[in-house]
């Protein structure tokens, strides 16, 4: 089988790999193995200095990896540097905090020395995503390198360009080679890696129903796993909500990366006495987002990755508007090459249709009148989902306090749209998945958080 590399915008075939046989991912988790009995040996303060110097390379390849990104899935080239931007961030972060979050805990006790100790675990698969090919892989490498694991990357089969790139920055940096490897392979071998001795954890983030599968064959064998799944995510606006800017972040959390993420704002919940204002400014507001060339400094939104997401996309809104939702923008193939679809946005929207109750990959509004807050927040959780919520009024504490206490997800915003930031954890709920990235939360998911006492 050979994997292909297809430009979104414009269908046309970039390149094609050969996908690895079975003798070379066996040797790489050989040579990966190999790697990690010395790596893990390594000094904390070395691997810190080594994740700095990762972020400065990124920085200084920022505008061709950028270019790769763009090309290979269709991102605009503006959101695509501030992609690789937030891979430096996140080097940096675990780098200049190693010291803190990889120090052992004195807890006192009868005995004479007892402390919690942070070892690593040992080869870990990553199983990542086409729509932030860069990001999703550093919010884990970068804690997973640092605690001493090491990394076989098993990257989404249409973004190979970006995961041979992700390889070859990291050994630019000085990484020991074999730390950190990139497995071109399809879904096909993943059971057989997952499963393999080697492998001591795994992390997939992706679909509900691959990481299902994940999940099963983790468990199967007793690995530990990581799922960040799909997402719904409510925004509530409340009547007293400052309207104009609510509108302005709800529309750019739609449209970010052409609306494919997870935590992309899916259903706006609107509070009826401000429905019809705030669906106008949805409106007028995603009408203008200009869509083209990702590489124009001035688009706005660019293609979907690949053309059956489009096409998917497409059937989830047709069947909406003929269970009755509104057609108020957009909706129609713009017949032009590539994986191309409009802003559009869906009003009036109820349960029993699919933009209610399945996740929008793409530059779709929902819009959703609730009577009330109490009604707001019930149709927010009436979800299978819980990635993010978020809630916009003028109150901070009512605000706050249905962000702790009301919506169910494991990200909430007052007044912002959710997004993943290196210092707080991040990950969902139901079936969103299970365990955290990020901040000191996710470094040790994939530590062993060991017990030391001494008499």
């Given at each position: 089988m050979r994997l292909k590399s297809i430009n979104p915008a414009t269908g046309e075939l970039i390149r094609e790999y050969d996908e690895l046989q079975w003798d070379d991912v066996d040797s790489a988790l050989d040579l990966s193995l190999e790697a990690y009995r010395q790596w893990k040996r390594s000094a904390f303060t070395r691997r810190a200095e080594l994740l700095l110097a990762l972020s400065d390379k990124l920085l200084e390849k920022k505008e061709g990896l950028a270019f790769t990104i763009s090309l290979e899935m269709g991102k605009p080239i503006k959101e695509s540097r501030s992609e690789i931007e937030k891979c430096a961030w996140v080097c940096r972060y675990y780098a200049e905090n190693a010291a803190s979050f990889l120090a052992p805990q004195?807890?006192?006790?009868?005995?004479?020395?007892?402390?919690?100790?942070f070892n690593p675990l040992g080869p870990v698969l990553?199983?990542?995503?086409?729509?932030?090919?860069?990001?999703?892989?550093?919010?884990?490498a970068a804690p997973a390198l640092l605690a001493g694991n090491t990394v076989l990357l098993k990257h989404a089969s249409n973004v190979p360009a970006c995961a041979l790139a992700i390889e070859q920055?990291?050994?630019?940096?000085?990484?020991?080679?074999?730390?950190?490897?990139?497995?071109?392979?399809?879904?096909?071998?993943?059971?057989?890696?997952?499963?393999?001795?080697?492998?001591?954890?795994?992390?997939?983030?992706?679909?509900?129903p691959a990481g299902r599968s994940v999940g099963e064959i983790a468990g199967k064998y007793l690995k530990k796993s990581v799922l960040e799944l799909g997402g719904s995510d409510p925004y509530i606006i409340l009547a007293d909500a400052h309207i104009e800017a609510a509108a302005e972040i709800c529309v750019k959390a739609r449209l970010m990366n052409a609306g494919q993420s997870c935590i992309s704002a899916k259903r706006f919940i609107v509070e009826a006495p401000v429905y019809e204002v705030f669906s106008k400014l949805v409106v007028q507001k995603m009408s203008a987002a200009v869509m083209g060339d990702?590489?124009?400094?001035?688009?706005?939104?660019?293609?979907?990755?690949?053309?059956?997401?489009?096409?998917?996309?497409?059937?989830?809104?047709?069947?909406?508007?003929?269970?009755?939702?509104?057609?108020?923008?957009?909706?129609?193939?713009?017949?032009?090459p590539g994986a191309f679809y409009p802003a559009t946005v869906l009003g009036n929207v109820t349960s029993g249709m699919p933009a209610y109750h399945e996740e929008l990959f793409g530059p779709v509004a929902t819009l959703i009148k609730a009577a009330d807050m109490k009604e707001a927040i019930s149709i927010a959780n009436d979800t299978t989902f819980g990635l993010g919520a978020a809630v916009f009024t003028?109150?901070?504490?009512?605000?706050?306090?249905?962000?702790?206490?009301?919506?169910?997800?494991?990200?909430?915003?007052?007044?912002?749209?959710?997004?993943?930031?290196?210092?707080?954890?991040?990950?969902?709920?139901?079936?969103?998945?299970?365990g955290r990235e990020l901040s000191v939360f996710g470094l040790r998911e994939f530590m062993n958080i060991k017990t030391v006492v001494v008499r």
């Open positions: 004195v807890v006192p006790t009868e005995a004479s020395q007892s402390y919690v100790a990553a199983i990542m995503p086409w729509n932030f090919p860069f990001w999703q892989v550093f919010r884990f920055v990291i050994n630019e940096a000085g990484f020991p080679v074999h730390v950190f490897q990139t497995l071109l392979i399809s879904s096909r071998k993943i059971d057989n890696v997952i499963s393999d001795r080697r492998i001591q954890a795994v992390t997939f983030t992706g679909s509900t990702p590489m124009d400094e001035k688009t706005d939104l660019g293609p979907l990755a690949r053309n059956n997401l489009r096409l998917d996309l497409e059937a989830q809104v047709n069947n909406s508007v003929a269970k009755g939702a509104d057609l108020l923008l957009g909706g129609v193939d713009p017949q032009i003028s109150d901070i504490e009512k605000g706050r306090y249905m962000a702790e206490h009301e919506l169910e997800a494991g990200s909430c915003f007052v007044n912002d749209f959710v997004k993943s930031d290196p210092r707080l954890p991040f990950g969902g709920i139901k079936e969103s998945g299970y």
